[in-house]
């Protein structure tokens, strides 16, 4: 907490109040450790407010005599690590080979994390992501924060079930497929910068492993299972809001 102090003269002073006797004078100790005083008559009142982070001291001239340092807001955001909720949404792109025929499918996601601790998050997830066949992953997501002034990188791992949404197409001419649920695995790294208070962007990097099985059916065969196997480079950019 800080003390603003309000003068008659239409000026402000930030900084804790060290004495204040009604009769006789008031005490500010400003940034920098100075101590400016004050004779009542020349304060109107003064209250107690959060303190703000700053980046740059302004100094104002009250009267001839009585020069004060003013902290001016920071232009900035700053990365906040603390515990509570937390929630985002990311999309970007699965890129690599893979029998698939798409090789850059876009991936569509959201997530919702608790801080247990202000640098470690636990948390769920779910999204679309458009293959030749559409899927849908659930994963439990969790993640380490190391927080720096502007920026917090994180390393973070993902695992959970893939879901078909919609009938499976095999690749070859004639042939039909059922999908079946599978699985994926998805760690990496990612670095979060910080917008607001209350917001960051987030970009990240990761490995990701799926498997997921087909019932292919055919006309004039029995039908048979197919697996499929993936092995990529995630890359996504969201937003984080608390």
């Known amino acids: 907490m800080e003390d603003i102090v309000y003068l008659k003269?239409?000026?402000e002073i930030r900084g804790t109040i060290v004495e204040w006797k009604p009769d006789s004078l008031m005490k500010v100790e400003i940034v920098g450790g100075s101590l400016i005083v004050f004779k009542p008559n020349e304060v109107s009142f003064y209250k107690k407010v959060k303190k703000k982070a700053v980046d740059k001291i302004k100094?104002?001239?009250?009267?001839?005599d009585t020069v004060f340092m003013k902290e001016v807001a920071k232009s900035r955001a700053e990365i906040v690590l603390s515990?509570?909720?937390?929630?985002?949404?990311?999309?970007?792109w699965i890129v690599g080979p893979g029998d698939n025929q798409d090789k850059s499918p876009l991936s569509i996601h959201i997530q919702s994390f608790y801080h247990v601790l202000p640098s470690t998050a636990i948390g769920v997830g779910a999204g679309l992501e458009f293959f030749n066949t559409t899927q849908a992953p659930v994963y439990i997501d969790l993640r380490q924060y190391f927080s720096k002034k502007y920026y917090a990188p994180f390393f973070f791992i993902q695992g959970g079930y893939l879901f078909p949404v919609g009938?499976?197409?095999a690749d070859i001419s004639g042939y039909e497929s059922k999908g079946k649920t599978g699985y994926m695995i998805n760690p990496g790294i990612g670095f979060m910068f910080p917008l607001s208070e209350k917001s960051e962007l987030m970009v990240s990097f990761s490995y990701r492993y799926q498997q997921v099985k087909s019932t292919i059916t055919d006309y004039y065969l029995p039908n048979y299972e197919r697996i499929e196997k993936m092995n990529r480079l995630n890359v996504k950019i969201g937003f984080v809001l608390h």
């Open 59 to 64: 100094y104002i001239k009250i009267d001839k």
């Open 9 to 11: 003269n239409g000026s």
């Open 167 to 169: 009938p499976i197409h």
């Open 83 to 92: 515990k509570g909720f937390r929630f985002a949404i990311e999309g970007g």
